[in-house]
């Protein structure tokens, strides 16, 4: 059943094919964030661990939301590990214990992610007038920027 929600259904299909790129990214940076706490070693190996833990717990929450808000769009959320590789803007990494590399790769990843919510903000309000994506973006850039700088805080 198609959402009557006062955005035109070419703009929801736009906003929705969007969000789902964010969705891969979503679920890519969580996947990553989850083989760093997996394997990362050294003499703070417990503290980097539940932070690594912290992390990919709320991330595996951000990714329920942008699925949950595709579906409330009307459209399927595709989660898919094909349909996330093809529609990522991030990168899978190497294997790495290297604490220093895996934060680095982790923050690149978090202001790529923040720099595309940042385009579709105005992208959702502007071109295909649905404040309400737009407000949904800028909550999810939000939550990137505080990630962010908690890694940014471990790097110094």
Do not use: P
Not at 3 to 27: R, W, Y
Not at 90 to 118: F, G, P, V, W
């Amino acid at each position: 059943m198609k959402a009557n929600i006062g955005v035109l259904e070419e703009n929801i299909k736009q906003i929705a094919l969007e969000l789902n790129k964010v969705l891969a990214d979503e679920l890519l940076i969580y996947a990553k964030t989850r083989n760093c706490h997996w394997n990362i070693e050294g003499s703070n190996f417990h503290e980097m661990h539940i932070f690594y833990e912290e992390q990919y717990e709320e991330l595996e929450e951000f990714g329920d939301l942008v699925a949950e808000y595709i579906r409330s769009l009307g459209h399927f959320a595709l989660g898919r590990y094909a349909d996330v590789l093809e529609l990522t803007n991030l990168l899978e990494s190497e294997y790495s214990n290297d604490q220093k590399k895996q934060l680095q790769e982790l923050l690149a990843d978090h202001e790529t992610i923040i720099r595309n919510l940042r385009r579709l903000i105005d992208e959702f309000d502007d071109k295909y007038k649905d404040k309400g994506a737009a407000d949904f973006a800028t909550q999810m850039l939000q939550k990137h920027l505080k990630l962010a700088w908690m890694i940014r805080a471990y790097l110094g």
